[in-house]
């Protein structure tokens, strides 16, 4: 056996007997992906084995991440830190080679994968980044980033609709640095991909404006390699390389069949397997010394690569040191001294303004002072306030084009940090995931509030990777009003918070809006979603009411009967808060002892001490009424038993905003009436 089959070989054996020990996983995706795999990871890709996080490295994603196997063989026989105990323990509990591949888990995942399609736009993200960063950086004598993002993604990333607004996209912004091998295999889960797919896939991908290229054996590994190369040299468009492919390649009876997508197969199959490709019955897991040896290169040609970029990074360093130290504060996701100082204060003012107006003004000061700050919205800039001004376009250099409405002042390039992403928000949703993932960048993605529906799994890949992003939600209530029930958000919020490690903002006024994105600057732990109002609202006077900066701890007291403890609380969130402080003047005036909570966010208040939890709440005034334009849907968390919730559980109605906000109850008179309810007084 050659040497490149011995590698190849040992990629599927080691996947097969993976599975096989687990008697759960996938065999056939490695089995015929194994021979692009071997060819991109020993002949192309900039990686050290021994720094899995060097920050120019090329980045791979495993698309098609129910081929975990195929990437766990590749980190362990490359020379990752994984060890070949962890391959054997293969989705077992606490496992390094967890089921899906997980980012965080496994040294050199570059992305969760798993749910089909997510890695294909994830690596749009990175490759957007990518060039963002380099035009940032890069000077024409010295560059210090200039990585390709591959990827090996299969008929089901190809089939599903997030990869094709992230194909547009990446095919409109030209970014061709992506090289992505299609696993050209005909099969999928259920069966011959003939039964559902059957469009050129080739011709789709050109008219999105990507270079196709074919190979048609995808056990030739010279071709592959040719095809490669193509690709690099073409730095205009973003390549697909189509491979054709055989699922379960070597098994003599599963080989092209649906089967060896997703079951082990079988200890008699294994055994045939291995006999057909000339390969040991005994032992499992054998990895032959040749091969071993061959795949081990990449530790010295890694680390020959990274000295060689540390050498160029040091020259920079001499070169351009505010630069070079702009460079590692990104890299290092810090912040610049100061940069909350940037945060406007908003005099009080009864007529008010909108949270988004608001958050336009806050994200603009932070823009002048954060240079990571990269991102847009769906098509919907002059909704969500989210253009930066004097951040540019991030664009592919056009100066045919740079008169084009709608566009950014500043540069028309790929300095640009203000992103169109077009009526994408799926995309949206996975690119700044992977801006995230590659580093350097505190990116942002704004909708309205009823559309993060279309985000939600990229949402929720987010908070499981721990990425620092932003959502920024608009329009996030029926008071949006004309509209309609279509775009009027009800059990979204809810929705929303029932994601772990999302931390959801709605808040009151312009103070409390300058405060969530305050926190959600500093969140590097997980995604921040920021929920804000279309309609004016009230700017709250602090020198009568409590500090804005109550926000950090989620709740708090805003108003309130001291000394005398309160007969009821009311406990209201984002635009219902100042209807909340009216009734709470109004009541007051009766005699009645209220106070009122602003609880912008569950999440942080949920984080606080018992004590001070206690306090804003205390357990001995069991009369409180939650007051939220939404969905009621876990309120009795905080209103308990004996509380009562204002809220929506059916469809909105489209009508002036003001009406439909009457019509569902959200006016001071209700909360009055309510209150005295609560206090059994009618
Ligand atoms: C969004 C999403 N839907 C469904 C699945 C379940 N699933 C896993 S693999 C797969 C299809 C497999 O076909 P293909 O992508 O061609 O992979 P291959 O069979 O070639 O390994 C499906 C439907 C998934 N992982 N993600």
């Known amino acids: 056996m050659n040497i490149d089959d011995l590698c190849i070989n040992t990629i599927r054996m080691l996947s097969v007997d993976m599975v096989q020990e687990a008697n759960s996983g996938h065999p056939g995706m490695p089995m015929g992906a194994a021979p692009m795999a071997y060819v991109l990871w020993t002949n192309f890709l900039k990686h050290n084995p021994r720094h899995p996080s060097w920050a120019d490295r090329d980045r791979f994603l495993l698309s098609a991440g129910h081929g975990s196997a195929l990437l766990y063989s590749l980190l362990h026989l490359t020379g990752y830190p994984l060890a070949l105990e962890e391959l054997k323990r293969f989705r077992q509990w606490g496992s390094k080679a967890p089921g899906h591949p997980e980012h965080g888990e496994t040294p050199g995942v570059e992305s969760t994968t798993g749910p089909l399609g997510q890695g294909f736009a994830t690596g749009v993200g990175m490759a957007m980044a990518e060039r963002f960063l380099a035009e940032t950086f890069n000077r024409p004598d010295l560059s210090l980033i200039d990585h390709y993002i591959y990827g090996i993604i299969s008929d089901g990333d190809l089939m599903e609709g997030v990869a094709s607004e992230a194909a547009s996209l990446a095919g409109h912004l030209k970014l061709g640095k992506i090289i992505y091998l299609y696993d050209n295999n005909g099969i999928s889960l259920a069966g011959e991909t003939k039964l559902t797919f059957t ?53 003599p009876r599963k080989q092209d069949t649906f089967e060896v997508h997703g079951s082990p197969l079988g200890a008699e199959e294994v055994a045939a397997t291995k006999k057909q490709l000339g390969w040991p019955a005994e032992p499992m897991f054998f990895i032959p010394e040749d091969s071993l040896n061959r795949f081990r290169q990449a530790v010295s040609t890694g680390e020959k690569a990274e000295q060689e970029w540390q050498k160029r990074a040091s020259a920079y360093e001499k070169a351009y040191p505010d630069l070079f130290a702009q460079w590692q504060r990104q890299m290092k996701s810090d912040l610049p001294a100061g940069w909350e100082k940037a945060i406007p204060d908003f005099p009080p003012d009864p007529k008010g303004m909108a949270t988004r107006a608001a958050g336009g003004k806050v994200l603009n000061a932070l823009a002048a002072r954060v240079p990571s700050l990269f991102g847009g919205s769906a098509d919907l800039n002059p909704s969500t306030n989210t ?19 709608g566009a950014e002042s500043g540069t028309w390039g790929y300095s640009g940090a203000n992103v169109a992403f077009g009526v994408r928000e799926h995309a949206m949703g996975s690119i700044i995931n992977g801006a995230a993932l590659h580093g350097g960048l505190l990116p942002f993605g704004s909708t309205f509030l009823v559309f993060s529906d279309y985000m939600r799994p990229a949402i929720r890949l987010a908070a499981i990777m721990k990425l620092q992003v932003t959502y920024v939600f608009t329009h996030d209530s029926i008071a949006l009003g004309e509209d309609g ?44 979603a920021l929920v804000f109002s279309r309609q004016n609202l009230p700017v709250i006077d602090r020198s009568r009411f409590a500090p804005a900066a109550g926000l950090s701890r989620g709740a708090y007291i805003l108003a309130d009967c001291a000394p005398d403890p309160p007969q009821a609380i009311l406990i209201a969130t984002g635009s219902e808060v100042h209807l909340a402080l009216e009734a709470y003047e109004r009541a007051r005036q009766d005699g ?31 009369l409180r009424l939650s007051i939220e334009a939404g969905s009621t849907l876990g309120w009795h968390k905080y209103v308990g038993t004996r509380g009562e919730t204002l809220g929506i559980d059916r469809f909105g109605a489209s009508a002036p905003g003001k009406a439909v906000l009457e019509k569902f109850g959200f006016t001071v008179e209700n909360i009055l009436r309510k209150i005295e309810e609560l206090l059994g007084m009618v």
Request: aromatic content about 6%; overall charge positive; hydrophobic content about 40%.
């Open 199 to 251: 469009e050129d896939v080739s011709r789709r991908f050109e008219a999105y404006g990507w270079q196709v290229l074919s190979v048609a054996d995808g056990n030739d590994a010279a071709a592959i390699g040719r095809a490669i190369a193509a690709a690099r040299v073409e730095t205009g468009r973003p390549s697909l390389i189509s491979v054709r492919t055989h699922i379960g390649y070597g098994s």
């Open 387 to 405: 253009a930066m001004k004097g951040r540019g376009n991030f664009q592919s250099l056009s100066p045919r084009e740079e008169a084009v409405q």
């Open 485 to 528: 029930p279509t775009h009027q958000p009800i059990e979204h919020l809810f929705s929303l918070r029932a994601i772990p490690n999302l931390t959801v903002i709605r808040p009151a006024d312009a103070n409390e809006t300058a405060e969530a994105w305050k926190a959600a600057v500093a969140r590097r732990q997980g995604p921040t």
């Open 592 to 622: 009645r002892r209220i106070r009122v909570v602003s609880m912008p966010s569950w999440e942080l208040f949920d984080g606080q001490p018992e004590g001070y939890r206690n306090q804003v709440l205390p357990p001995e005034v069991p």
